[in-house]
């Protein structure tokens, strides 16, 4: 599996369990596998819907601010890495 980096966490809403990523290179679609790491973190997810400014969109590119529902707590400065299946 190859991991590409494309975004970086900026906040953590623990109620709904939402991160809020800054995209940084790349683009992420719903559907994708993710891995988010950081000192204390250190699993893999699937976004099932992403927002932005409170509306769900399909795709996300470098420089978008989005939400996205995660399965565990994560951090600010946690690294968001799109998992790609290698053929």
Do not use: Q
Request: hydrophobic share 40%; aromatic share 6%.
């Amino acid at each position: 599996m190859v991991e590409e980096k494309v975004g970086e966490v900026v906040k953590f809403f623990a109620k709904p369990s939402v991160a809020a990523v800054k995209i940084t290179e790349g683009e992420l679609k719903v559907g994708d596998a993710i891995k988010l790491t950081g000192h204390t973190t250190d699993f893999e997810d699937k976004i099932e819907s992403m927002e932005i400014n409170n509306k769900n969109v399909e795709k996300a590119v470098a420089g978008d601010y989005i939400g996205i529902k995660v399965a565990d707590r994560v951090r600010p400065g946690d690294e968001v890495f799109k998992v790609i299946p290698e053929e």
